[in-house]
């Protein structure tokens, strides 16, 4: 399984910007679709996740007022809205898949190679 994230980019603070991810396989309701985030020098964080049968969503606190996880079954594809975007937002983001929610990215199984989200001040 392959996961391609793309939509990242150069950016001034307070933009938006819309991050995507296809896998390379069919997205099933099983499924927990996630965004990590790696900021350089520092460890990948947990950005948010869907649950693809439910589409229950869940988000680390300090983001869920900015940024906003969906998914398109149509098109097998999830999103990552980022709205406000701040340079403390610099960051590699990274799409990932698991079968069992988790904050964690050990406990997912297949990952994508990431795009950089740079945001000027």
């Known amino acids: 399984v392959q996961l391609q994230a793309s939509g990242g980019g150069l950016v001034q603070a307070g933009d938006s910007l819309r991050l995507s991810c296809a896998p390379s396989t069919r997205i099933f309701s099983s499924h927990i679709m996630a965004w990590f985030r790696q900021a350089p020098g520092k460890e990948r964080e947990f950005v948010a996740a869907i649950r693809w049968g439910t589409g229950r969503t869940y988000y680390t606190d300090s983001l869920k007022a900015r940024f906003t996880i969906s998914g398109d079954k149509a098109k097998n594809t999830m999103y990552l809205q980022m709205n406000s975007l701040d340079p403390e937002d610099t960051a590699i983001y990274y799409c990932?898949?698991?079968?069992?929610?988790?904050?964690?990215?050990?406990?997912?199984?297949?990952w994508g190679q990431g795009t950089l989200v740079t945001v000027s001040s």
């Open positions: 990932a898949r698991t079968t069992s929610y988790s904050t964690w990215p050990k406990d997912y199984d297949y």
